[in-house]
C-alpha cells in the first residue's frame, strides 16, 4: 500500500458504534467493568484509549513499525526512551541535537548517574571512538538540527548490530514520508509530532516506534508508568493532520529545495545548510537513505548583528521557536531553540550567533523568495 494511503487509512475502519468514518474522540478517563476484570480491553485512560491506540496503529505503520507509543511532546517521548538507561550506563549523542534533547541528558539525567557523550555522528569513527564499557545507547538526528547534517543510519545501525547496542533515531526533520529509519536498522525511531506530523502548530506530541516486541512491551510499562501520554483530542488531531503528511511534505520540499538554492548564490550569506545542495558533506548518504530532503534549511551571515536585522526585516516568515507546520517561520537557535548549550559547546560544533534557521513554509515560492530576498537587502 502507498504511503499517503496508509496515511489515510491505517489504523482506521468505520466506528463499530455508529458506522462513523472519522474515529471519535473518546474522552472518558474510565471504563465500565462488567464484574472484575471483565471488560473491553479498556480500564483506565492512561494505560490505554481507543482514539490513542487508533493513532498509534496509524503511525507504527507509516514507519513500517509493529508498535508505536504516543507521548505528550517531543521531549516526553525523549525521556522515557532514556529510560532503558540505569543509573551507570553511557549515551552517544549526536553533538548538534535539538537543545532541549541535549538539555535532558547533559544537565537533568546526569543527576541520576546516566552519562553522555556528544559527538558528530556523521562520521562513523566518532561513535566508534566513543563507545565505552558501560555504552548502551546511540541516539542520533539526521539531519540534526539547526545544521542539517547526516549520518549514515545503516552504517551505524551495522556498528551497533556489532557492539550490542540499541539505535534510536529522531526521525523528526525527515517524517516517514521520507525516511524509515527502522528499514535502515534502527531499534527505535523518535518523532516530535509537535513538527511535520502535526502540520499546523496546534499540538504538542511525541511518539517512540519499533519493530521487537521486548521494546514494546518494556515501554508500553514506561508509557503508563510515567503517565505522560497524548491527550485523546490531540491524538484526534494528530490522526487528521497525518493525512495531509504526503502532500505537505512534497510541497515543504519543494520550496526547501528552490529557496537553498537561492541562498547559495547571495553574496550576503556564508554559508548554506541544506542536504538536498550537491554542496552539503554528505549529500550522497542523504539521497542514499531518504526520498527527500525536508523543509528545513539554515545559513549563516558574518554576525550576531546582521542576523538580527535580517529577522527583524521578515514579513511572512515569522520569528519564532518550532518547525514543521505549513507557515513559514524563521529563528535565531544560538539564543532562542538551542540558548540552553553553552556558547563555547555550540560554536565549536559550528552553531554560530550568525545562524538563521528557516522552517520553509507551503506558501506561495514566489512570496517567500521575494520575502527573503527583500529581508537580505
Ligand atoms: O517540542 P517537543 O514536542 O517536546 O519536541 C522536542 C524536539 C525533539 N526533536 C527534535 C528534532 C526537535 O526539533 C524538537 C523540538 N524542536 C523545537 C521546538 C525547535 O524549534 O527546534
Request: aromatic share 8%; with cysteine; proline share 4%.
Amino acid at each position: 500500500m502507498g504511503f499517503s494511503t496508509k496515511a489515510i487509512h491505517a489504523g482506521q475502519t468505520p466506528d463499530p458504534a455508529t458506522n462513523a468514518i472519522i474515529p471519535p474522540i473518546h474522552l472518558t478517563t474510565t471504563y465500565y467493568q462488567e464484574e472484575i476484570g471483565k471488560h473491553k480491553g479498556y480500564v483506565y485512560s492512561r494505560s490505554a484509549n481507543p482514539t490513542r491506540d487508533i493513532l498509534q496503529k496509524n503511525l507504527a505503520e507509516l514507519e513500517n513499525g509493529k508498535y508505536a507509543l504516543a507521548f505528550s511532546s517531543g521531549l516526553a517521548a525523549i525521556y522515557a526512551l532514556s529510560t532503558i538507561l540505569k543509573a551507570g550506563d553511557h549515551a552517544i549523542i549526536s553533538n548538534d541535537v535539538y537543545g532541549g534533547t541535549y538539555r535532558l541528558f547533559e544537565r537533568f539525567l546526569c543527576d541520576y548517574k546516566i552519562q553522555a557523550t556528544f559527538v558528530d555522528t556523521s562520521n562513523i569513527q566518532n561513535i566508534e571512538k566513543a563507545i565505552q564499557p558501560n555504552t548502551k545507547l546511540i541516539h542520533i538526528e539526521s539531519p540534526t538540527n539547526p545544521l542539517l547534517s547526516i549520518s549514515d543510519i545503516a552504517e551505524i545501525s551495522k556498528l551497533c548490530k556489532s557492539k550490542k547496542l540499541l539505535l534510536s533515531v529522531d526521525n523528526t526533520f525527515m517524517t516517514p514520508y521520507f525516511q524509515n529509519p527502522l528499514d535502515l536498522g534502527a531499534d527505535i525511531v523518535v518523532h516530535s509530532t509537535t513538527k511535520y506530523l502535526g502540520g499546523h502548530s496546534d499540538l504538542l506530541g511525541g511518539v517512540l516506534i519499533f519493530n521487537s516486541d521486548e521494546l514494546y512491551e518494556r515501554y508500553k510499562f514506561v508509557q503508563n508508568s510515567l503517565g505522560a501520554i497524548l491527550s485523546p483530542f490531540d491524538c484526534w488531531l494528530l490522526l487528521r493532520s497525518v493525512k495531509t503528511l504526503a502532500v505537505r511534505m512534497e510541497r515543504h520540499n519543494q520550496n526547501a529545495m528552490a529557496i537553498a538554492e537561492y541562498l547559495e548564490k547571495h553574496p550576503k550569506v556564508k554559508k548554506v545548510f541544506y542536504p538536498g545542495l550537491q554542496s552539503h558533506p554528505q549529500y550522497h548518504i542523504a539521497k542514499k537513505q531518504a526520498r527527500g530532503f525536508g523543509g528545513m534549511v539554515s545559513f549563516e551571515v558574518e554576525n550576531f548583528e546582521l542576523a538580527k536585522s535580517i529577522l527583524k526585516n521578515f514579513k511572512i516568515f515569522t520569528l519564532a521557536e518550532s518547525l514543521g507546520g505549513v507557515e513559514s517561520l524563521v529563528c535565531h537557535p544560538a539564543t532562542m531553540t538551542h540558548a540552553s548549550i553553552p556558547k563555547e559547546i555550540r560554536e565549536k560544533n559550528g552553531l554560530t550567533d550568525g545562524l538563521i534557521r528557516l522552517s520553509v513554509g507551503i506558501e506561495d515560492i514566489e512570496d517567500l523568495l521575494n520575502d527573503i530576498d527583500q529581508a537580505l537587502k
